[in-house]
């Protein structure tokens, strides 16, 4: 115990790194009832770097990720998105949120409207673009993932895999700074994860900030510079791919990845 | 018996010309009287809806407070309550200005309907609010839509689509119910027919009367079946 509490604090970025720190989070504590899902969460994300967080079920992936964009709220501790305090006002969180980009496992899309509403509605109500330049850049997007020649379908006419690749271009049209994905091919049929990762493996080439939840960890060695395992509300390792792949330190980062590469 | 005796007996050419003007106007009181009802009814149930999910505990309980009643009790005994009780207050009311209001049989009538198919809609819209997946909300937020907008243009339009079906059904029962207007004097399609009975004792009037009623709901149910496939159309 004493051996994995000396490793929950994970190990500073490098000084050496030059590229900015986008999210910082400090001492983040948070509880569903008695239940403490988060503990003592230290992390600081720097512009452009992919992570990729993975760990056993109920660990505290998701929550950990929905308390960046503050779809979920911690009682204690900081965060920092681009310099602003998370806990200030709803005004300006928002305004921070709409700088978060977010893909959900299950799509979310809104099922009454076609694929390019879906794309243009948080542009023109949130960013004020006229329908033109909201559809213009949906247009965009959706070609970048793929999907253009869909845009005037309803989602429930696509499949699970064009959907998903939907809602990233509907995250993307608001221009994030960065994007968080909570297990974005956990949901799919197996035929149709690689073209979702494909679609992400663009856009880290493109520099985008990211952070994903999944357990797919061709994926992880072959787009992540960190990768993150919790582990009961902590972050247990801090790592680069190969260092958490080929030698993990803790027993239960061992446990895990000799159950999930089996 | 001839076929004109038969025709005598259901549709009498005299009856038709004597009545039958009436009819078209009783037929159209009760068309207004239940529209304007049952859409104030449907803002006002909306709004005891969001009331009634709102994180507001003091919202929540007078929402409640309010569905219980109105539910609970007879429309009937509702609209003698407003127009005999209330309307009994008359110095009370000419002190407040309202008194136009409170002795006039109709403002009442459509008072006490839309009080009642608030209630009723309240919980149409409740349950239809809830049906809407959680994470359309978390969708909704993460674009950081603002409130106004989640709820137009992402929540509600999905939850008509669950609650159309049950809407229907309210303003069909809400149709009928609508006959109990005739006792406070309101010359709907149920006063007309009764006061056309009350003159010509014949029978057939009250088979005229329910023809008619079954005549608009079934213009309702069609209405209703049409807007539903164009609500979901996305659904296929
Ligand atoms: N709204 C909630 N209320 C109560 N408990 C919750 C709530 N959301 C999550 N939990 C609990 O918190 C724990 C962590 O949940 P979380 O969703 O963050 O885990 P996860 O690591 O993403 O797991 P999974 O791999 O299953 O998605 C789980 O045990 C879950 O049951
Ligand atoms: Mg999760």
Redesign the pocket.
């Known amino acids: 115990m004493t051996a994995s509490l000396s490793l929950a604090t994970p190990t500073p970025a490098p000084q050496a790194d030059p590229r900015k720190v986008v999210v910082t989070i400090e001492g983040l504590n948070k509880h569903?009832?008695a239940?403490h899902?988060l503990r003592d969460i230290n992390l600081n994300v720097r512009e452009g770097e992919r992570i990729v967080l993975c760990?056993?079920?109920?660990?505290?992936?998701?929550?950990?990720i929905?308390c960046i964009n503050r779809l979920?709220i911690a009682e204690q501790g900081n965060i920092r998105v681009n310099d602003t305090d998370l806990s200030l006002t709803t005004r300006q969180a928002a305004e921070v949120r709409s700088e978060i980009g977010m893909v959900f496992?299950h799509f979310n899309l809104f099922p009454h409207m076609s694929v390019l509403d879906n794309c243009t509605l948080a542009p023109m109500s949130v960013r004020g673009l006229s329908r033109k330049e909201a559809e213009e850049r949906a247009r965009f997007y959706l070609n970048k993932v793929g999907i253009e020649s869909q845009a005037g379908k309803y989602p429930s006419q696509l499949s699970g895999g064009q959907q998903q690749r939907v809602a990233i271009a509907r995250a993307l049209c608001m221009k994030p700074k960065i994007m968080l994905f909570?297990?974005p091919t956990s949901a799919l049929d197996p035929e149709m994860v690689a073209e979702v990762l494909d679609v992400l493996v663009k856009l880290a080439d493109t520099g985008m900030t990211m952070l994903c939840?999944t357990h797919e960890m061709g994926f992880a060695r072959q787009v992540a510079e960190r990768v993150l395992f919790?582990d009961g509300?902590q972050i247990i390792e801090d790592a680069s791919p190969e260092a958490f792949f080929n030698n993990p330190q803790s027993a239960r980062a061992k446990g895990f990845l000799a159950q999930i590469l089996h | 018996m001839s076929f004109d005796q038969l025709l005598a007996l259901v549709l009498d050419p005299d009856l038709l010309e004597r009545y039958g003007p009436r009819f078209i106007d009783g037929l159209l009181v009760t068309g207004k009287l239940v529209a304007l009802s049952f859409t104030l009814g449907a803002l006002l149930g909306m709004l005891l809806a969001l009331a009634r999910l709102s994180n507001n505990l003091m919202l929540q309980r007078l929402s409640a407070g309010y569905i219980y009643f109105f539910r609970g009790s007879p429309l009937l005994a509702q609209l003698f309550l407003l127009y005999y009780g209330l309307g009994s207050l008359k110095g009370f009311w000419q002190d407040v200005g309202l008194w136009w209001f409170f002795r006039d049989a109709w403002y009442c009538t459509v008072l006490a309907f839309t009080l009642n198919t608030a209630a009723y809609q309240a919980e149409i819209f409740r349950g239809s609010l809830l049906a809407v997946a959680p994470g359309q909300y978390e969708a909704a937020k993460a674009l950081s839509l603002k409130r106004s907008t989640t709820f137009f243009k992402v929540i509600l339009p999905q939850s008509l689509i669950v609650a159309i079906g049950p809407l229907g059904n309210e303003l069909i029962l809400m149709i009928k119910a609508s006959a109990i207007a005739s006792l406070v004097t309101i010359y709907d399609l149920m006063g007309v027919t009764k006061l056309a009975f009350s003159r010509s004792f014949d029978f057939q009037i009250y088979l005229w009367a329910a023809v008619l009623y079954l005549l608009i709901v079934e213009i309702v149910r069609r209405s209703l079946k049409h807007i539903e496939a164009r609500l979901g159309r996305h659904l296929r």
């Open positions: 569903y009832g239940f899902v760990g056993p079920s109920g660990s505290g992936k998701s929550t950990l929905r979920e496992q909570d297990e939840v919790l509300g």
